[in-house]
Protein backbone atom coordinates (compact mmCIF):
# COMPACT_ATOMS: atom_id res chain seq x y z
CA UNK A 1 0.00 0.00 0.00
CA UNK A 2 1.22 3.60 -0.59
CA UNK A 3 0.11 6.07 1.81
CA UNK A 4 1.14 9.62 3.22
CA UNK A 5 0.19 9.86 6.76
CA UNK A 6 0.70 13.36 8.47
CA UNK A 7 -0.45 12.78 11.86
CA UNK A 8 -0.69 16.54 13.03
CA UNK A 9 -4.00 17.99 11.90
CA UNK A 10 -3.56 21.14 13.80
CA UNK A 11 -0.74 22.95 14.92
CA UNK A 12 -0.53 26.56 16.36
CA UNK A 13 2.58 28.61 17.55
CA UNK A 14 3.41 31.96 19.08
CA UNK A 15 5.38 33.64 16.00
CA UNK A 16 9.15 33.61 15.92
CA UNK A 17 8.69 29.68 16.96
CA UNK A 18 9.94 26.92 15.31
CA UNK A 19 7.88 24.34 14.11
CA UNK A 20 8.23 20.87 13.02
CA UNK A 21 5.54 19.21 10.44
CA UNK A 22 5.84 15.55 10.18
CA UNK A 23 5.62 13.59 7.04
CA UNK A 24 5.59 9.47 7.45
CA UNK A 25 5.39 8.08 4.28
CA UNK A 26 4.52 4.24 2.71
CA UNK A 27 5.80 2.55 -0.74
CA UNK A 28 7.36 -0.27 -1.36
CA UNK A 29 8.87 1.37 -4.79
CA UNK A 30 12.75 2.20 -4.40
CA UNK A 31 12.10 4.91 -6.66
CA UNK A 32 9.88 7.64 -5.93
CA UNK A 33 9.91 11.35 -5.05
CA UNK A 34 8.59 13.51 -2.19
CA UNK A 35 6.94 16.85 -2.10
CA UNK A 36 5.97 19.42 0.00
CA UNK A 37 2.90 22.30 -0.61
CA UNK A 38 1.69 24.86 1.41
CA UNK A 39 -1.90 25.50 0.76
CA UNK A 40 -2.96 29.03 2.02
CA UNK A 41 -6.65 30.16 2.60
CA UNK A 42 -6.88 31.16 -1.19
CA UNK A 43 -6.60 27.45 -2.02
CA UNK A 44 -3.81 27.82 -4.57
CA UNK A 45 -1.31 24.84 -3.83
CA UNK A 46 2.10 25.82 -3.65
CA UNK A 47 4.91 23.94 -3.95
CA UNK A 48 7.80 24.14 -1.51
CA UNK A 49 10.20 20.97 -2.44
CA UNK A 50 10.49 17.64 -4.44
CA UNK A 51 13.33 15.05 -3.18
CA UNK A 52 14.19 11.84 -5.18
CA UNK A 53 14.00 8.70 -2.95
CA UNK A 54 17.88 8.48 -4.34
CA UNK A 55 18.91 11.87 -2.47
CA UNK A 56 18.92 11.45 1.49
CA UNK A 57 20.66 15.29 1.78
CA UNK A 58 18.63 17.66 3.86
CA UNK A 59 17.96 20.69 2.66
CA UNK A 60 17.69 24.44 3.62
CA UNK A 61 16.11 27.33 2.05
CA UNK A 62 15.43 30.57 4.31
CA UNK A 63 13.73 29.71 7.23
CA UNK A 64 12.39 26.35 5.51
CA UNK A 65 14.42 22.88 5.84
CA UNK A 66 13.38 19.36 5.49
CA UNK A 67 14.90 16.46 7.21
CA UNK A 68 14.50 12.77 4.79
CA UNK A 69 15.22 10.13 6.56
CA UNK A 70 14.77 6.87 4.54
CA UNK A 71 15.30 4.42 7.56
CA UNK A 72 12.12 5.66 8.83
CA UNK A 73 10.52 6.31 6.11
CA UNK A 74 10.08 10.61 7.20
CA UNK A 75 10.17 13.25 5.28
CA UNK A 76 9.94 16.12 7.96
CA UNK A 77 9.71 20.15 7.57
CA UNK A 78 10.53 22.55 9.83
CA UNK A 79 9.86 26.27 9.70
CA UNK A 80 12.21 28.13 11.70
CA UNK A 81 11.36 31.92 13.42
CA UNK A 82 7.56 31.30 12.04
CA UNK A 83 5.82 34.11 10.78
CA UNK A 84 1.78 35.14 10.45
CA UNK A 85 2.58 34.52 7.10
CA UNK A 86 3.20 30.36 7.08
CA UNK A 87 0.04 30.06 8.33
CA UNK A 88 -1.89 27.87 5.77
CA UNK A 89 -2.11 24.53 5.56
CA UNK A 90 0.61 22.42 4.26
CA UNK A 91 -0.08 18.88 2.18
CA UNK A 92 3.21 16.53 2.16
CA UNK A 93 2.87 14.09 -1.11
CA UNK A 94 4.61 10.95 -3.01
CA UNK A 95 4.77 10.67 -6.15
CA UNK A 96 5.78 6.59 -6.87
CA UNK A 97 8.01 6.71 -10.03
CA UNK A 98 6.28 4.30 -12.17
CA UNK A 99 2.73 5.47 -11.79
CA UNK A 100 2.31 8.64 -14.43
CA UNK A 101 3.36 11.04 -11.72
CA UNK A 102 0.16 11.05 -9.84
CA UNK A 103 0.73 12.64 -6.06
CA UNK A 104 -0.46 10.76 -3.03
CA UNK A 105 -1.23 13.46 -0.75
CA UNK A 106 -0.95 13.25 3.04
CA UNK A 107 -4.38 14.67 5.22
CA UNK A 108 -2.08 17.57 5.69
CA UNK A 109 -1.28 19.88 9.19
CA UNK A 110 -3.10 24.02 8.98
CA UNK A 111 -0.32 25.58 10.94
CA UNK A 112 -1.61 28.45 12.94
CA UNK A 113 1.30 30.88 13.42
CA UNK A 114 -0.21 33.65 16.24
CA UNK A 115 0.94 37.42 16.02
CA UNK B 1 7.67 29.54 -14.66
CA UNK B 2 4.79 27.18 -15.48
CA UNK B 3 1.35 28.42 -15.51
CA UNK B 4 -1.80 26.71 -15.35
CA UNK B 5 -5.24 28.04 -15.27
CA UNK B 6 -8.59 27.16 -14.29
CA UNK B 7 -12.19 28.57 -15.58
CA UNK B 8 -13.96 29.15 -13.79
CA UNK B 9 -12.77 30.25 -10.37
CA UNK B 10 -16.31 30.10 -8.89
CA UNK B 11 -19.27 28.52 -9.75
CA UNK B 12 -22.83 28.10 -8.20
CA UNK B 13 -24.68 25.65 -10.05
CA UNK B 14 -28.68 24.19 -9.24
CA UNK B 15 -28.71 20.45 -9.00
CA UNK B 16 -29.19 18.21 -12.20
CA UNK B 17 -27.52 20.69 -14.40
CA UNK B 18 -23.99 20.04 -15.86
CA UNK B 19 -20.73 22.02 -15.11
CA UNK B 20 -17.57 22.31 -17.24
CA UNK B 21 -14.58 22.88 -15.59
CA UNK B 22 -11.59 24.07 -17.69
CA UNK B 23 -7.83 23.70 -16.87
CA UNK B 24 -5.36 24.98 -19.45
CA UNK B 25 -1.51 25.18 -19.32
CA UNK B 26 -0.96 28.26 -20.38
CA UNK B 27 3.16 28.07 -21.40
CA UNK B 28 3.90 24.53 -21.90
CA UNK B 29 2.19 21.50 -23.35
CA UNK B 30 0.96 19.22 -20.68
CA UNK B 31 1.16 15.17 -21.82
CA UNK B 32 -0.65 14.18 -18.42
CA UNK B 33 -3.30 16.40 -16.85
CA UNK B 34 -4.39 15.30 -13.55
CA UNK B 35 -7.88 16.35 -11.74
CA UNK B 36 -8.27 16.20 -7.90
CA UNK B 37 -11.28 17.13 -5.86
CA UNK B 38 -10.95 18.31 -2.01
CA UNK B 39 -13.33 18.86 0.19
CA UNK B 40 -13.42 20.90 2.97
CA UNK B 41 -10.75 20.63 5.94
CA UNK B 42 -9.75 17.18 3.82
CA UNK B 43 -6.72 16.65 1.51
CA UNK B 44 -6.44 16.63 -1.79
CA UNK B 45 -7.72 12.95 -3.56
CA UNK B 46 -6.91 11.60 -7.02
CA UNK B 47 -10.14 11.65 -9.59
CA UNK B 48 -8.43 11.10 -12.73
CA UNK B 49 -4.95 11.02 -14.61
CA UNK B 50 -5.88 12.34 -18.28
CA UNK B 51 -2.92 11.99 -21.32
CA UNK B 52 -3.80 14.09 -24.55
CA UNK B 53 -5.82 11.67 -27.38
CA UNK B 54 -6.47 8.96 -24.87
CA UNK B 55 -9.24 8.40 -22.53
CA UNK B 56 -8.69 8.75 -18.84
CA UNK B 57 -7.89 6.95 -16.26
CA UNK B 58 -9.91 7.20 -13.47
CA UNK B 59 -8.97 5.76 -9.74
CA UNK B 60 -11.40 4.09 -8.21
CA UNK B 61 -14.64 4.55 -6.77
CA UNK B 62 -14.96 7.66 -9.39
CA UNK B 63 -17.76 7.53 -11.58
CA UNK B 64 -16.65 8.03 -14.85
CA UNK B 65 -19.99 8.66 -16.28
CA UNK B 66 -20.33 11.52 -13.65
CA UNK B 67 -17.16 13.27 -14.37
CA UNK B 68 -16.54 13.72 -17.51
CA UNK B 69 -12.99 14.19 -18.81
CA UNK B 70 -11.35 15.75 -22.16
CA UNK B 71 -7.80 15.94 -22.62
CA UNK B 72 -8.66 17.69 -26.12
CA UNK B 73 -5.12 19.20 -26.81
CA UNK B 74 -1.55 19.38 -25.59
CA UNK B 75 -2.90 23.13 -23.56
CA UNK B 76 -6.12 21.98 -22.29
CA UNK B 77 -8.23 19.86 -20.19
CA UNK B 78 -11.71 19.88 -19.26
CA UNK B 79 -13.69 18.39 -16.76
CA UNK B 80 -17.43 17.95 -16.40
CA UNK B 81 -19.40 17.38 -13.62
CA UNK B 82 -23.18 15.77 -15.12
CA UNK B 83 -26.01 15.98 -13.20
CA UNK B 84 -24.85 17.69 -10.60
CA UNK B 85 -25.71 17.09 -6.94
CA UNK B 86 -24.89 18.66 -3.53
CA UNK B 87 -22.72 15.75 -2.75
CA UNK B 88 -20.52 17.24 -5.75
CA UNK B 89 -20.17 20.56 -3.99
CA UNK B 90 -16.37 20.85 -4.02
CA UNK B 91 -12.75 22.37 -4.75
CA UNK B 92 -11.63 20.82 -8.03
CA UNK B 93 -8.48 21.25 -8.78
CA UNK B 94 -6.12 20.62 -11.83
CA UNK B 95 -2.41 19.39 -12.26
CA UNK B 96 -0.49 19.50 -15.41
CA UNK B 97 2.89 18.01 -16.54
CA UNK B 98 5.37 18.42 -19.59
CA UNK B 99 7.27 15.85 -20.82
CA UNK B 100 7.22 11.93 -20.66
CA UNK B 101 7.70 9.33 -18.22
CA UNK B 102 10.94 10.86 -16.48
CA UNK B 103 9.36 14.11 -16.17
CA UNK B 104 8.09 14.66 -12.45
CA UNK B 105 7.29 17.98 -12.62
CA UNK B 106 3.72 19.15 -12.21
CA UNK B 107 1.82 22.87 -12.01
CA UNK B 108 -1.14 22.92 -10.32
CA UNK B 109 -3.92 25.28 -10.96
CA UNK B 110 -5.68 27.64 -8.82
CA UNK B 111 -8.50 25.64 -8.37
CA UNK B 112 -12.81 25.78 -9.00
CA UNK B 113 -14.62 26.19 -6.07
CA UNK B 114 -18.59 24.56 -7.19
CA UNK B 115 -21.13 24.89 -5.26
CA UNK B 116 -24.26 22.32 -6.09
CA UNK B 117 -27.60 24.30 -4.59
Known amino acids: AQKVTQAQTEISVVEKEDVTLDCVYE???????LFWYKQPPSGELVFLIRRNSFDEQNEISGRYSWNFQKSTSSFNFTITASQVVDSAVYFCALSPYNQGGKLIFGQGTELSVKP | GAVVSQHPSRVICKSGTSVKIECRSL??????MFWYRQFPKQSLMLMATSNEGSKATYEQGVEKDKFLINHASLTLSTLTVTSAHPEDSSFYIC?????????????FGPGTRLTVT
Open chain 1, 27 to 33: TRDTTYY
Open chain 2, 27 to 32: DFQATT
Open chain 2, 95 to 107: SARAGGHSSYEQY
